[in-house]
């Protein structure tokens, strides 16, 4: 037993330390996800979203589509929609957790896969 406890923490002390995740800045945000192709998961469906110079945001789902606006506010991106299940406004921070892996502030993770 002690032997495999010792292999064990030997084999931890030699991997990849995680790096600490933060919460992107507005410009950050720009940067890594305007005009890509964002996929998350949400009421129980696959989404795909898309963050587009002059503050237009556009979500498509099973259900159909809908465009709405997107507006930094500090370390914040707001996103109005006008109708759909995630009607009105949000605000969120996001946290980068992998290659192309976001987590929101809201706890919805989500990818960029373009």
Do not use: H
Not at 92 to 111: C, D, I, L, N
Request: net charge positive.
């Amino acid at each position: 037993m002690m032997r495999a406890l010792s292999v064990i923490f030997l084999f931890s002390a030699v991997l990849p330390t995680p790096v600490l995740a933060k919460t992107l800045t507005a410009s950050e945000v720009s940067n890594e996800m305007l005009n890509k192709t964002i996929v998350t998961r949400q009421f129980g469906m696959t989404v795909t979203m898309r963050y587009r110079p002059g503050g237009v945001v556009a979500a498509k789902a099973m259900l159909g589509s809908v465009k709405g606006t997107w507006r930094p506010q500090g370390n914040k991106i707001c996103s109005t929609f006008p109708s759909g299940p995630a009607k009105g406004t949000s605000c969120v921070s996001f946290t980068r957790v992998g290659p192309k892996q976001y987590v929101s502030s809201e706890g919805v993770r989500f990818r960029i896969v373009d």
